[in-house]
């Protein structure tokens, strides 16, 4: 049978006419299904509407193929779908679909580390930001601020991407802002640092060379005053040559 014919002993009403009709042969129902109004914002009241040709038994609304609880709701970014009507009880008889489109600003903003673990001094990274919204968020903004104070962060950086070319001077920590025409949202904080096997490492590097410019400085200091010395050798000797032959 097709599904838009049902087999069913019902009252029929002539929408014209106003003629009740008692029918006992297959009836083909035309239902039109509404949703009202079709665009909403997040809070907004929504209100389904299954117009029907004639006085049919109650119908039941589906979205998305599951059961609506309510005809009437506040819409919620889940409320987004294509909503139709049914017949109570014989399911195969329905309306085509309608679309509903519930907008809402950015909701469960989240930041993705490209390289996510233990980082080395010499990291390079990217921090992706990512958001639930619609319409789709077009403006992110990056902020960054220290383990210590995180409350005073500042921007560094703007668009989807934020790329650390290095870690060991951009450690701290990181939350990124959607936002969308309907508003915007945060982000959690994320913490970019190096691993302290690496910093142990660096430092251990770093009194290394502290050491060795330290010999370096003194050895240059050490020839610079032998050569004064000799300097001043050489020159008092010419300074006696000379006298001896002024004298004799």
Not at 4 to 22: A, G, R, T, W
Request: aromatic share 6%.
């Amino acid at each position: 049978m097709p599904k838009s014919q049902i087999h069913l002993k019902v009252f029929c009403v002539d929408v014209e006419n106003m003629i009740p009709m008692l029918v006992f042969l297959i009836l083909k129902p035309g239902l039109s299904a509404r949703v009202y109004p079709d665009s909403v914002r997040a809070g907004d009241t929504v209100s389904l509407e299954c117009r029907k040709s004639c006085q049919l038994p109650s119908v039941v609304w589906f979205k998305d193929g599951r059961l609506v609880a309510q005809p009437h709701f506040q819409a919620q970014a889940k409320h987004s779908g294509n909503y139709l009507c049914v017949v109570e009880g014989h399911e195969s008889v329905l309306s085509d679909p309608v679309a509903l489109d519930v907008q809402y600003p950015p909701l469960n903003v989240s930041v993705e580390v490209s390289r996510p673990g233990s980082l080395t001094v010499d990291s390079s990274v990217n921090l992706t930001c990512s958001s639930a919204a619609n319409p789709a968020a077009d403006n992110y903004t990056w902020y960054r601020g220290t383990v210590s104070s995180s409350s005073s962060m500042f921007q560094v950086g703007s668009g989807q991407v934020l790329s650390l070319p290095s870690v060991a001077s951009n450690t701290g920590l990181y939350l990124c802002q959607a936002r969308n025409r309907l508003g915007e949202s945060n982000s959690t904080e994320v913490l970019v640092t190096v691993d302290k096997t690496d910093i142990n490492r660096l430092i251990l590097l770093v009194g290394v060379g502290v050491k060795v410019v330290i010999v370096l400085l003194l050895t240059l200091v050490i020839v610079w005053a032998w050569r004064q010395r000799r300097k001043s050798a050489v020159g008092k000797q010419e300074n006696d040559r000379d006298y001896e032959n002024v004298t004799a």
